[in-house]
């Protein structure tokens, strides 16, 4: 389904409640198979989060996981560790182009026993669950933070636990962080120590209690990217969010300061306000946020700013080859894009093509990233509802505080 979203004008103030985290769900939603002592609340509604729900749940040989890729990686770490259980985890067309060797090979040194079906290093792989005993591993330090996380989740279940070895230099630091202070949080020992994390086996029930999901700051950031590109004084009060969030994309709070915007919290509201004009260029580096790259681009293009984003690696192998994505659908709507394996360089633009098509690439956020550019410019967005995949009111949303969507 095509959308096509006129050029809009958004309410001076207005408020949105947005869903759980699904990075937070979908590891609480791990911790809750393994520890079933731990009720959750403000779970992500998102299709991520409902797919490994289901996973979770299902009895069934074969589990098909579409096109999360968080859950691909949690799972294949889940079903690794269930003795007497043969699970092949199998996903969309994309899916099976996402490699999992890196994974797959850390878990094999654990004691795993998982093979190939169709490509080596590729989905779908067939995982016989056992008992792990090795403790050692290591894994390069510049991998996708999910990797890392689909391991630590299950550490307190094998008997020696886990001493993880990071090697060179570590990236997407706050999503191991968020891991392991979610591991702290139900009882869970474990060590952060220069590039090695240690988690201590647990062989004892914990302490049951609930948890709650704080909302997701990856969807928070196409409000600060709408408010960005909009009239000095207009604000959007998004929730539920914390101070002390765990998520790294909170960097959002730092780094939209730079286009003029800044935001204040009452209890879990967050208030995004444009407070004056922004900054004439911006040089970031977001290995430790690649999630939000794509809406920091929009902005800048929007605004006619200048930009050079920097530690963008892992976007390579995402839903699709997210930096591809940008430089073709900016270039569009008439921009000027140059990108390297890591790194996206736009050039400043002041004219932009109306009606232009946006293509999705199934990713989520390339829809939701260009939304904002329909308070510059009409623009239609290609299989709108791609949202559903981590932000299913999405558009419902966007309409309510002034959006006008035509579908």
């Not at 591991?183 to 609930?210: A, H, M, R, Y």
């Not at 709408?226 to 207009?234: E, Q």
């Not at 990713?363 to 932000?391: G, Q, T």
């Given at each position: ?11 001076k103030q207005s408020s ?76 969309s067309k994309r899916m ?234 900016i270039e569009k709507l ?74």
């Amino acid at each position: 389904m095509h959308f096509t979203l006129q050029k809009s004008k958004i309410a001076k103030q207005s408020s949105v409640q947005i869903t759980g985290s699904k990075s937070e769900s979908n590891r609480l939603l791990l911790l809750q198979a393994l520890y079933p002592e731990f009720k959750l609340e403000n779970v992500s509604n998102s299709d991520d989060s409902n797919l490994m729900t289901d996973a979770l749940s299902s009895s069934e040989t074969v589990v098909d996981i579409h096109h999360a890729g968080t859950a691909m990686r949690f799972l294949t770490a889940y079903f690794s560790i269930q003795e007497g259980r043969e699970t092949v985890i199998t996903g969309s067309k994309r899916m099976k182009e996402r490699p999992i060797k890196i994974l797959v090979s850390a878990l094999k040194d654990l004691g795993a026993k998982i093979s190939y079906v169709e490509n080596k290093g590729f989905p779908p792989i067939k995982i016989k669950g056992k008992k792990l005993l090795n403790n050692k591993v290591s894994l390069k330090a510049n991998v996708s933070s999910q990797y890392i996380s689909a391991l630590l989740l299950i550490a307190s279940k094998l008997e020696n636990g886990i001493e993880l070895t990071l090697e060179g230099e570590i990236t997407s630091v706050p999503y191991i962080k968020m891991t392991l202070a979610l591991l702290d949080e139900i009882g869970v020992k474990s060590s952060f120590e220069g590039n090695v994390i240690t988690v201590k086996p647990n062989t004892e029930k914990l302490t049951p209690k609930t948890l709650t999901v704080e909302s997701d700051w990856s969807s928070a950031s196409y409000y600060f990217s709408i408010v960005a590109l909009s009239d000095i004084g207009t604000e959007v009060t998004i929730s539920s969010y914390k101070e002390n969030s765990l998520q790294g994309d909170s960097a959002l709070i730092e780094i939209y300061k730079n286009f003029g915007v800044f935001a204040t919290f009452n209890g879990n509201a967050l208030t995004i306000k444009k407070e004056r004009v922004g900054e004439e260029r911006l040089h970031l580096d977001l290995r430790n946020a690649p999630d939000i790259a794509q809406t920091i681009a929009v902005s800048c293009f929007a605004l006619g700013m200048p930009c050079y984003l920097t530690g963008l690696h892992t976007l390579k192998i995402k839903e699709t080859d997210r930096l591809v994505a940008l430089k073709t659908e900016i270039e569009k709507l008439g921009g000027e894009v140059r990108i390297t394996d890591e790194s996206l360089h736009l050039k400043a633009s002041k004219d932009f093509n109306s009606l232009v098509p946006i293509a999705t690439y199934n990713d989520h956020r390339m829809a939701m990233a260009f939304a904002p550019m329909a308070l510059k410019v009409p623009i239609i967005i290609e299989d709108a509802m791609v949202v559903s995949k981590s932000y299913p009111t999405f558009w419902e949303d966007l309409e309510a505080i002034g959006f006008q969507i035509t579908k």
